[in-house]
């Protein structure tokens, strides 16, 4: 398997522009994550999605931040209008659950390295 | 919610030589896994080592090693024979083993220098 894909590798966008980050969980994974990673929070959760479905989003920063899970192999994450604090580095990752428990480590893609001017 | 904290933001260790790096958590929950993440200049998110909290037997990765005391909450890594591949950013991480808890929730992160 390929694991988990994303593109692109890097944005760089003006502010105000509208960006879209796309993943691609591994096949069979039925848990996606949406993670961004900056050196004054961390690693942060901003979403997550069960057999496509969003389960949890209360990490999402406000409005303009929207994500979609239309199948099972494809998800983005949308920024509209962007900002200069939106930059960061977003990673996507996928799980699997097995039997009653959400399987256990998550793998992740390389990120997108989001920078807006 | 469940916290992890990392309370060494760096750590140095000479080549060949063992470091180990602490992490603590915050639960109220009996089931439950914690790992540890490795991430290289290159900003892969690697997998190094797993723990399920109802196995009492440290996990142990070939140079890598845990001590987990669940009473303590506490998740620590070791890593024996330091190389200097092993110089990256470590996070130590929480996942809950309930049905419904599926949030994967890190720590601040460890940069770890291997000096040759």
């Known amino acids: 398997d390929a694991g988990v894909i994303q593109s692109p590798r890097h944005e760089v966008t003006e502010m105000g522009q509208e960006v879209t980050l796309r993943c691609k969980p591994i096949?069979?994974?039925?848990?996606l994550f949406w993670y961004r990673q900056t050196m004054m929070r961390g690693l942060e959760l901003l979403i997550y999605?069960?057999?496509?479905?969003?389960?949890?989003d209360s990490g999402m920063p406000e409005d303009r931040f929207s994500a979609k899970m239309p199948n099972a192999s494809f998800s983005t994450l949308k920024i509209q209008p962007s900002e200069p604090r939106d930059s960061a580095v977003y990673f996507c990752?996928?799980?699997?659950?097995?039997?009653?428990?959400?399987?256990?480590?998550?793998?992740f893609g390389q990120g997108t390295r989001l920078t807006v001017v | 919610a469940q916290t992890v904290t990392q309370s060494q933001p760096e750590m140095s260790v000479q080549e060949a030589e063992t470091v180990t790096l602490s992490c603590t958590y915050d639960?109220?929950?009996?089931?439950?896994?914690l790992f540890w993440y490795k991430q290289p200049p290159s900003r892969q998110m690697i997998l190094v080592i797993r723990?399920?909290?109802?196995?009492?037997q440290n996990a142990t990765e070939n140079r890598f090693s845990v001590n987990f005391q669940k009473a303590a909450k506490s998740f620590s890594l070791k890593i024996s024979d330091s190389q200097l591949g092993d110089a990256a950013m470590y996070f130590c991480?929480?996942?809950?083993?309930?049905?419904?808890?599926?949030?994967?929730?890190f720590g601040e992160g460890t940069q770890l220098t291997v000096n040759p």
């Open positions: 999605f069960n057999n496509n479905v969003p389960i949890d």
């Open positions: 723990q399920e909290a109802y196995k009492q």
């Open positions: 096949s069979g994974h039925d848990y």
């Open positions: 991480a929480y996942r809950s083993g309930e049905t419904s808890g599926s949030r994967l929730t």
């Open positions: 639960t109220s929950e009996s089931d439950y896994y």
């Open positions: 990752a996928s799980s699997l659950r097995q039997g009653f428990k959400p399987n256990t480590e998550a793998f």
